[in-house]
């Protein structure tokens, strides 16, 4: 499949960092993605959960299929010599496959094309099954053997919970703040995550290379 297809995609999304609350990639004087993490090694590590509502690549549809994307960073994120394993829904036909990796590993353009020059190494796409679920303001995925990760947005003065808008640079409308809920771990390819307490976020998203 052709990486230069048109493509976008609408749904929802929600990452867990290693990072203590708040995380400075997104909260620093020093611009997005340029400050130090603040986990205990400085290094970031982060599953990126997504649910497509809707979504085309070309003439493929991608409705309803879930993406896992596991990134860490030795040090500050802009840095690079990024490393990231991504995650397939397996209910995903072959196009749909090709699809999903071109949009998430960033040969596809779109936002996550712009984060390309950072990965240093990709450690593999495996093609799994997904379970993501929204419940309010709670997210949560969880891969068999790989991962379980859920995030609760935080309250706020008012209840309804804590936005960020301009604060990520992939998602710069309707962020809001939450936390990783207990026991939010990612195992695999020879690493182990439990960001129980850590930063976290959630938001609808619309993307597209266009």
């Not at 493509?7 to 909260?27: A, H, K, L, R």
């Amino acid at each position: 499949m052709a990486d230069n297809l048109s493509w976008q995609i609408s749904g929802d999304y929600f990452e867990n960092c290693s990072c203590t609350v708040v995380c400075p990639c997104t909260f620093s004087p020093l611009g997005p993605l340029m400050a130090q993490p603040t986990s205990a090694d400085g290094s970031c590590e982060v599953p990126l959960a997504f649910h497509i509502d809707s979504g085309r690549y070309g003439d493929v549809s991608l409705d309803g299929l879930n993406v896992v994307a596991a990134l860490r960073t030795p040090g500050v994120m802009s840095a690079g010599n990024a490393s990231v394993a991504l995650y397939i829904d397996d209910r995903a036909d072959e196009p749909q496959q090709q699809a999903l990796t071109a949009i998430f590993s960033g040969a596809g353009g779109g936002p996550m094309g712009a984060l390309a020059p950072l990965i240093g190494e990709v450690l593999g796409v495996k093609v799994v099954p997904i379970q993501y679920s929204i419940e309010g303001k709670r997210r949560s995925v969880e891969v068999p053997n790989v991962m379980t990760v859920a995030v609760a947005s935080m309250p706020g003065l008012t209840g309804e919970g804590i936005s960020a808008d301009g604060a990520h640079p992939l998602f710069p409308t309707g962020l809001m703040m939450a936390v990783g809920e207990e026991d939010s771990v990612y195992e695999d390819y020879g690493m182990r995550w439990d960001n129980t307490g850590k930063n976290a976020h959630h938001a609808a998203f619309t993307w597209s290379n266009n």
